[in-house]
């Protein structure tokens, strides 16, 4: 068909698959001008942020207070330790409250996390002072193993009214190990 037409109308036809390309590739470059534009922007709003914080300066005291407020987190390990790390940190918070338990209970694992981690549920009961229990639960938060409290019954006792008893679900996440014994990974 194109040896039928004439040099003229060949060389429109060139000229107009090179406007349109022209056209695409200008469309293209405003597009993406616009994105390293807001790029650009967000760039510059968080340096302007990070030369701010830069800039404070901080005593001893204030930097121990802003740590303080931040959670602290260790990464999951397989099941058994990360059972073993978990268990040991609880019972030092349980000590450190003055909260007597009884053995902790394998709950088993919930597959409810990000891919690759599940979580490892542990139980016990006990009886203690109604405060204790409150500190108790106050200062759970500084366990870097812990995701959530699960559960919590308090029952009072009839006898003394300062006196409960206690039952406490509290989880921990735990890496998923596949049948060949290799961890699984993160998918970015």
Not at 44 to 65: H, P, R, V, W
Not at 126 to 137: A, E, H, I, R, V
Not at 181 to 188: S, V
Request: glycine share 4%; charged share 30%.
């Amino acid at each position: 068909m194109l040896e039928k037409m004439k040099a003229k109308d060949k060389r429109a036809l060139k000229l107009g698959a090179f406007g349109i390309l022209a056209m695409i590739a200008f469309l293209f470059v405003l597009d993406t001008s616009g994105y390293w534009a807001e790029a650009k922007d967000s760039f510059n709003a968080n340096n302007s942020k990070l030369e701010k914080l830069a800039a404070i300066d901080m005593t001893k005291a204030q930097y121990a207070g802003l740590v303080s407020v931040v959670p602290v987190f260790e990464m999951p390990e397989e099941k058994e330790t990360q059972k073993f790390l978990f268990q040991d940190a609880l019972n030092e918070q349980f000590k450190k409250a003055n909260v007597k338990s009884q053995p902790w209970e394998d709950m088993g694992c919930k597959n409810k996390l990000l891919t690759g981690y599940d979580v490892l549920s542990l139980k016990t009961t006990g009886k203690c002072n109604f405060t204790q229990l409150l500190d108790l639960l106050a200062n759970l938060k500084t366990n870097p193993y812990l995701v959530s409290v699960e559960e919590l019954l308090i029952k009072r006792d009839p006898k003394n009214k300062q006196q409960v008893d206690y039952e406490i679900t509290l989880s921990t996440p735990v890496k998923k190990v596949t049948k060949a014994g290799h961890e699984t990974r993160l998918r970015k």
